[in-house]
């Protein structure tokens, strides 16, 4: 007898697909219609480098908890791809179920015998309800949605409101999804007994959260946060971004009067040319971004030093994937720390933002806007392909109307015409920052030459050495004062006292506040910090120096987080034990909780009374 | 180099331009170019064009690359914000400045090694999506900064300084220009300031993307016997297709041309190009037939130079973008920023 998984609002599914098989939308429409019925979801491509015929998956975690990062193991299997049946079995955990279109017989060879098999002839149903190819194909994902609504309990009402707002206008196309869905239900009804031990029941987890993925979150916090010009190349993972802030100007940045826009957006020709029209504007006192991932930065490194040194603000939103090289394109990493904290030839370092969800890649790209014209400097929106790509249920959009763009310290014609000293390089206050006019200010008074060449107070240019050390000092002087404008660490306080710390960042948040769950039920209490920003605050170094282990938690290989924090924070390393997840995939709670477990076990400190 | 200052002092009665200016004040800090370099004149040309033009000189905005021809725009418009980029990327930094602010004049300066070779992309994109500038490629054919080396558009078979035989073909950079859909191309000689000063007049007047081909010889290493690109050379080679006379829309045509022998062309705002023709049926408005006869005159071993193509129909980037009159740099957040009510809809569509 197969002992079968029983679980509510607390399973994952994982669609096996064909890349362009239009299997995405039907995907999607799934998980939402269970976030309609009030519990939290959350789904996550898995997608080849590729437009049509190899392997995409789609899994999505049910979790009443709200549990968002990616559990690891499989519920439920849509078996839709027979290419990867082998490796998609192995991970469905045991007494799983697997859903497949039995119009042919699934080879028993492969099968483990405590799957679960529901077979569905999607193809047949299909083939009798169409007769045209294209959509015998497109509404099989819509027939499996059908069924999986019966089987899992998921309320069709919800998937079908979907569907109504989905094709508002289209009454044709509304009615043939309608139809394909009810064409699985209905199958489903009839030949099993549904729900199977898999049920969404519905609740109340959702509240007000969206569901959005972050490259749009990051178009859109680019539109609040005043950018007019973006200038970008096409890259996988961060494509998306350029492309939905085109789309939301489109409908949020049109003059009314005119038909106007109040935007300018260049697709160029490489990544060069990208962040120099970026480059470009920011000096010319637009504000301006680039979206790029890893090897877009590498070829924006001599435009990042020139930004740095000759003081031009830029936005620049990495969806950092796996690297180095072309790398994994359509994989996740952190793994551009290092790359960006130091872009360029000599002596930088760069500001950057880690954004956690959606929520914050809106905030932190208008908060790096500002900080831009702040800062004068390139600041770096470090996201990654796991928030960036994926829809992601988290608090929705803020928005402060009594808030003003940070332009920076402009000298205005008025200042100049008052005859106030400029000195493009001059520190005046002590923080850092030099004064900046726009080109065309002023008919005599505070034109400049920029360069990347050294100069001296007034930007006139010089070799002296003098000059040379007393601009670079500065621009220290102006990376200290960052420290004061990044967001500051979270803490995440255990419950009982911790002699563990843990220190994250970005898209390890979901994965990591589960793990400290379960490992706070397991007692191993854990204080952990989440890092939001480079330069790092002292915060930091309070966290490191108030607990004998921290364990730094990244996903990349060589504990580039790590290496800053020793480099930049000076904590002290002996401290500091790395947990390092790199192949690709999100990392996970589990994979947390056993190596720090691990850690944690070979560390516990027994007293000498008792060990004796 | 080091900051050479000039004596601000001049005579009290130079002659001021319509909006105040002497010629004085389109000027910058003394060159540190060679004695006798083709650069200086061009800047000389520059200053000259922008005086005689009344333009402001902080309206004008002057970006270049790397090399001695990215280091001129420190010698003219002091007044003006001048942004010397890095090397071969001059076109993107002005495309961008361009996108933030359409009403100043934007100048870039460059050299056939920034321009040809590392920046040929950028060139080559940012004249064909029509970026409203004038691009002007100071063209030695070598490498002054670092003595001597052939560069890109130095023809097969001259010689370097050395002695050496270039063996590879010359990049066209104004074939490519006109290919790439330039609506303004010109050639001209840094020795001619005649032929160089309405030509750079007109192509600030011009809307679009201005190119002109100035061929500057580099005194130090490639104003040789054996070399194509010396004063001697293009003097004994140089074939004007054209001389141009440049009409300010504010001014009345005064001057009287034979019939047949000149050609009008109306730009935008209404400046008025006459050409008098030198070359009998050279029509600069027809592009195809523009390319043929360069071509031809090239494989004669002939530098043409004058005023070779003009499109009075050109537009601009901005044109093309649709973007608002007001200077992107000059919106307000009430403009920029679609306000909380806005993104309450935005968050209710997405739940």
Known sequence: ?612 | MTYLAKPKLHHPALAKNKVGYIRRDYEGTVSTLCAGCGHDSISAAIIQACWELDIEPHRVAKLSGIGCSSKTPTYFLGNSHGFNSVHGRMPSVLTGANLANRDLLYLGVSGDGDSASIGLGQFAHSIRRGVNMVYIVENNGVYGLTKGQFSATADKGSKSKRGVANSDEPLDMIGMALLLGATFVGRSFSGDKAQLVPMIKAAIEHKGAAFIDVISPCVAFNNHAGSTKSYDYVRHHNEAVNRLDFIDARDEITTDYAPGEVVSVTQHDGSVLRLRKLAADYDPTDRIKVMHYLQQRSAAGEVVTGLLYINPESSDLHEHLDTVEAPLNQLEASELCPGSVALERINASLR
């Not at chain 1, 010319?284 to 000759?310: C, D, H, K, Q, V």
């Not at chain 1, 370092?349 to 831009?372: I, N, Q, R, S, Y």
């Open chain 1, 1 to 612: 007898m197969i002992k079968r998984i029983e679980a509510v609002n607390d399973f994952v599914v994982k669609f096996a697909n064909i890349n362009g098989s239009g299997s995405a939308s039907a995907n999607e429409i799934f998980a939402r219609s269970i976030m309609r019925m009030g519990v939290p979801v959350s789904p996550r491509n898995i997608f080849p480098s590729n437009i049509q015929g190899l392997p995409t998956w789609y899994e999505v975690r049910v979790s009443e908890s709200g549990w968002l990062g990616r559990r690891g193991g499989v519920d439920l299997l849509v078996a839709m791809n027979p290419a990867t049946w082998a490796s998609d079995f192995e991970e469905i955990e045991l007494g799983g179920y697997i859903l497949y279109d039995s119009s042919k017989p699934l080879p028993k060879a492969k099968l483990r015998e405590d799957l679960n098999v529901i077979g569905v002839p999607l193809t047949e149903i299909c083939n009798a309800a169409y007769t045209d190819s294209r959509q015998r194909q497109l509404f099989k994902n819509i027939v499996y949605v059908g069924a999986l609504s019966a089987l899992l309990d998921i309320d069709s009402a919800e998937i079908e409101k979907l569907f109504s707002e989905q094709f508002k206008g289209k009454e044709a196309l509304l009615q043939s999804n309608v139809n394909a869905l009810r064409l699985g239900r209905d199958y489903a009804v009839q030949n099993f007994e549904c729900p199977i031990g898999l049920r969404v029941q519905r609740s109340n987890n959702v509240g007000d959260q969206i569901f959005v993925d972050g490259n749009s979150a990051a178009a859109l916090g680019a539109v609040y946060g005043g950018a007019s010009v973006c200038a970008w190349y096409p890259i996988t993972p961060s494509s998306s971004l350029a492309e939905t802030f085109s789309r939301y100007c489109y409908k949020l940045r049109i003059d009314a009067a005119t038909g106007k826009h109040r935007f300018a957006i260049i697709q160029a020709e490489d990544e060069l040319a990208s962040i120099g029209i970026a480059i470009g504007a920011g000096w010319n006192g637009a504000r301006a971004f680039t979206s790029t991932s890893g090897p877009g930065i590498s070829l924006m490194t001599e435009f990042i030093g020139l930004a740095y040194f000759a003081e031009i603000p830029v936005t620049i939103i990495n969806v950092q994937r796996g690297g180095p090289s072309t790398g994994m394109p359509t994989r996740t990493q952190q793994s551009d720390l290092l790359s960006c904290a130091y872009a360029s030839n000599g002596d930088t370092k760069h500001v950057m933002l880690f954004p956690e969800d959606p929520t914050e890649c809106f905030d932190f790209t208008a908060l790096g806007l500002d900080l831009a014209d702040r800062l004068q400097t390139p600041v770096f929106v470090m996201t990654d392909l796991d928030i960036g790509m994926n829809t992601r249920m988290c608090k929705p959009f803020q928005w402060d109307d009594a808030r003003e763009y940070d332009r920076g310290k402009i000298m205005t014609r008025a200042d100049l015409e008052s005859g106030r000293d400029f000195g493009r390089y001059l520190d005046v206050d002590g923080d850092g920052i030099p004064y900046r006019t726009y080109p065309g200010t002023h008919p005599t008074r505070g034109a400049y030459f920029t360069r990347g060449t050294t100069r001296d107070r007034y930007a006139r240019y010089s070799e002296a050495g003098a000059d040379y050390l007393d601009n670079m000092q500065r621009l220290l002087r102006k990376f200290e004062t960052a420290k004061s404008l990044v967001p500051k660490p979270l803490l995440y306080p255990a419950e009982k006292p911790a002699r563990f710390g843990a220190i994250f960042y970005g898209s390890t948040s979901p994965a990591m506040e589960e793990a400290l769950d379960v490992l706070a039920s397991r007692g191993i209490h854990v204080n952990a910090l989440r890092v939001r920003g480079f330069p790092f605050q002292d915060e930091i170094n309070d966290f490191v120096a108030s607990h004998p282990w921290v364990f730094v938690v990244e996903q990349n290989r060589d504990a580039q987080l790590k290496t800053l924090l020793v480099n930049e924070a000076k904590v002290n390393p002996t401290r500091l034990l790395s947990v390092l997840h790199y192949d690709g995939t999100p990392i996970t709670a589990r994979f947390i909780v056993d190596q720090i477990a691990q850690h944690a076990s070979a560390r516990t400190v027994v007293p000498l009374k008792r060990a004796s």
